[in-house]
């Protein structure tokens, strides 16, 4: 520390106190029920009365905060008071976001949690998994779900892969836990799934595999933006970090490209400092993340946390609906598969059962409740031209490459989001190229089935068409 040392410790001193009312904030916010955390965040009176007394969190859109004198700005840039600096290393707006994140990812878990808002799902991907991987030495590897987002397939197998030569080991079924437990060695790194994965919906056992990687002192971190905390909270399973999209089901306006790493403290691992064990998201906030940049605008945090208040109730409303459309989807001529992970034919589906929630539903139906969320794929009989002729005939279901939306929205994977990774590739993540990925919007049912119905039966007309021409 310089000279001026006493005035430092003048602001370390109001850091700490600082700091306190923020755990006293957060310890008064988990004993609230979800939907109340998703509403208020730790944004309270006080908050409030710091603020113009405004009852909405205030979207602080400034690069960056002044300070006092030079005593403030040292203690802050010392990482040695709560400070937000500039907004690429945190921001006031932010901070409300990553604490909500971090209260709902920890509902219901009994110790502490802390999150890290990033610019996008994958930046949050990268964030989390490469801290893991310095220090390479030879054959360090990585043991990681193929049913995976492509982004997250692109980033393991090129970028991690090819182009730094981490040996990737590939799980072709996440339910086969022996495929998991035989793929580590000495020198892996962390074991990585999504379940239920995009596009295949493909269900992974958390408990399961969070044990094998603890018994080997590596971490299990899970991509859950498809469930959504107000369905599974991984951290209560086993898992020592938690990864989002925000862009997606988290939200649903559409408005915002967001992501999150969300981590409990203290989580298992024999990669890296201490600190980075201690308080996973804090270190890599304060360090990789200031120096790689992936921060999210506080205009994009602003509009994450407006969505974030209705979580629950929508994954509810959707939900139900996903699986109306699912069951008449299953029962239609036209349709060889269909991918839902409440659907008592989809391979995992007690398991998806056991873990999949509305959080607090006993609350509204007096009893627990079963929630499978709203993505599902299907794949249409004749393959690839009867899936893109189908897709083409969609007058209310939009075609673009987006899920989590309120918004009914389907694409093609295997020429979209899932195209990069090639024939080999979307094998391996089995994505076969007549399968539809549906985003079940908040539509009335009926009119989304209505949708379907219409386009699947273009595969009959053309039939009919051909035979009378013949
Ligand atoms: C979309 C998605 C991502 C990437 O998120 P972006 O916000 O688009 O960067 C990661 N994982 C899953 C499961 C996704 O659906």
């Avoid at 370390?12 to 979800?34: C, D, H, L, P, S």
């Avoid at 020198?187 to 094998?212: C, H, K, Q, W």
């Avoid at 794929?377 to 189908?390: D, L, N, P």
Wanted: proline share 4%.
């Amino acid at each position: 520390m310089s000279e001026c040392s006493e005035g430092v410790a003048e602001y370390v001193a109001k850091g700490e106190a600082m700091a306190a009312a923020a755990a006293n904030r957060r310890a008064v916010m988990r004993t609230k029920k979800f939907d109340t955390i998703a509403v208020h965040g730790i944004y309270d009176m006080e908050a409030a009365a710091a603020n113009q007394g405004s009852i909405i969190e205030p979207g602080y859109l400034s690069s960056a905060e002044h300070f006092e004198n030079s005593d403030h700005m040292e203690a802050a840039l010392a990482y040695l008071m709560p400070a937000w600096v500039y907004s690429r290393i945190a921001n006031p707006t932010v901070h409300y976001l990553e604490e909500t994140l971090a209260l709902l990812e920890g509902y219901g878990f009994d110790g502490e949690v802390s999150a890290l808002a990033t610019s996008s799902g994958m930046s949050a991907v990268f964030m989390a998994t490469n801290p893991f991987l310095e220090d390479p030495e030879p054959g360090m590897n990585i043991v990681v779900s193929a049913r995976c987002y492509g982004g997250t397939f692109m980033l393991f197998g090129q970028r991690y892969g090819v182009e730094r030569g981490v040996d990737v080991r590939w799980v072709r079924d996440p339910l086969d836990l022996n495929e998991w437990a035989d793929k580590i060695d000495g020198n892996t790194r962390f074991l990585y799934g999504e379940t239920p994965s995009n596009p295949s919906l493909s269900i992974m056992d958390i408990e399961a595999v969070a044990a094998i990687a603890h018994a080997a002192d590596l971490p299990l971190m899970i991509d859950s933006t498809v469930a959504t905390p107000a369905l599974t909270r991984p951290l209560n399973l086993g898992a020592d970090i938690v990864v989002h999209s925000t862009t997606k089901s988290m939200t649903s306006s559409g408005f915002a490209i967001g992501g999150a790493v969300i981590a409990k403290h203290n989580i298992t691992t024999h990669i890296g400092p201490d600190a980075m064990r201690e308080n996973f998201a804090m270190y890599v906030k304060l360090l990789p993340f200031r120096d790689h940049g992936p921060g999210i605008s506080p205009f994009n945090a602003l509009m994450t946390i407006s969505d974030l208040r209705t979580l629950r109730h929508r994954m509810d409303t959707v939900s139900n609906s996903s699986m109306k459309v699912a069951r008449s989807l299953e029962s239609h001529d036209s349709v060889d598969r269909v991918a839902y992970p409440g659907l008592e034919s989809m391979p995992g589906h007690e398991i998806a059962a056991r873990n999949m929630w509305l959080v607090d539903g006993a609350d509204d139906y007096g009893t627990d409740i079963n929630r499978f969320g709203h993505l599902l794929a299907f794949e249409v009989k004749g393959g690839a031209v009867a899936a893109r002729k189908v897709f083409d005939q969609f007058e209310m279901i939009w075609r673009a490459t987006d899920l989590g939306r309120i918004k009914s929205v389907a694409t093609i994977p295997a020429i979209s989001t899932h195209q990069q990774q090639g024939d080999e590739g979307r094998d391996l993540a089995a994505v076969p190229s007549n399968l539809i990925r549906l985003n079940v919007g908040g539509e009335h049912p009926d009119d989304i089935i209505a949708d379907l119905d219409r386009a699947l039966a273009v595969l009959n007309a053309r039939s009919v068409v051909s035979h009378s021409s013949a």
